[in-house]
């Protein structure tokens, strides 16, 4: 026969003062988990939605198809898809926001008008091919206006610049670098995105330039110079 079990007072007031505690909180509790069904939701509406915009979007073989038979929905969305990509390009080179957003704008034109020359040789392709369009189109641009050869005084190159470590290099944020790229010389500016950016040869910077070799390896160097200055300012003054 099994017998009750009688709450001595001390453990009766310790139950009672749990329950109130419990009932203090049950509308904090209820907050809390509104909150969080909430969020979750929102998550979920958020998820849903990027999943629908992302399976809306043309795949890069359907792009080129499209854009090669003068699609226009195609083009607007080519253009949609990497003209940010490809103005930080235009702009690497002009050194120029509004010069760089007319060239964006004739390399698209160019490509729109090229389609019927590119092969799609599997994903990336596309990209890497607007991406020399709007290089050509900007060396183009360079050269009518003889800008590739604008260098600096030799007495402003900054001599005895230790050149910045990597590390170093990696605490500056991307668009300070950028902003120290397009304010270098023209010539500098051409030359360090063709054979850091580009990976080109002094060879073949020369060609496309019409310089010699060993300009190119010395604006190169001369570019890195004041580069290495800026960069090692910038360092000091934000004490990293």
């Known amino acids: 026969m099994s017998r009750k079990r009688s709450l001595n007072p001390l453990s009766l007031f310790r139950v009672r003062i749990k329950i109130r ?22 998550i ?40 940010g990509q490809m103005f930080g390009i235009c702009y690497r080179y002009a050194g120029d926001r509004e010069i760089a957003q007319d060239l964006l704008h004739d390399g698209f034109l160019k ?6 020359k590119f092969t799609y040789r599997g994903e990336g392709s596309l990209k890497a091919w607007l991406s020399r369009v709007m290089v050509n189109i900007s060396l183009d641009y360079l ?3 003889d800008t590739a050869r604008q260098m600096l005084p030799l007495d402003q190159i900054p001599e005895n610049i230790e050149e910045p470590r990597e590390e170093d290099i990696s605490q500056v944020p991307h668009k300070v670098l950028m902003k120290f ?12 995105n063709l054979y850091v950016m580009e990976q080109l040869s002094h060879k073949e910077i ?13 604006q190169l160097f001369r570019a890195k110079k004041v580069l290495a200055k800026e960069i090692n300012n910038y360092l000091k003054e934000n004490n990293q």
Do not use: W
């Open 21 to 42: 505690i419990i009932r203090a909180q049950f509308p904090l509790i209820k907050i809390f988990f509104r909150k969080k069904i909430h969020a979750l939701s929102s």
């Open 44 to 83: 979920l509406y958020i998820r849903a939605f990027i999943s629908k915009h992302v399976s809306d979007l043309m795949s890069e073989t359907e792009l080129t198809e499209r854009c090669r038979v003068g699609d226009n929905t195609a083009r607007k969305e080519l253009y949609e898809q990497y003209a």
């Open 111 to 116: 490509a729109y008008c090229s389609f019927d």
């Open 143 to 145: 050269r009518k206006n």
């Open 181 to 192: 790229i397009a304010e270098l010389p023209s010539g500098y500016r051409t030359v360090f």
């Open 206 to 218: 020369a060609e496309k330039l019409g310089i010699n070799e060993k300009s190119s390896s010395s």
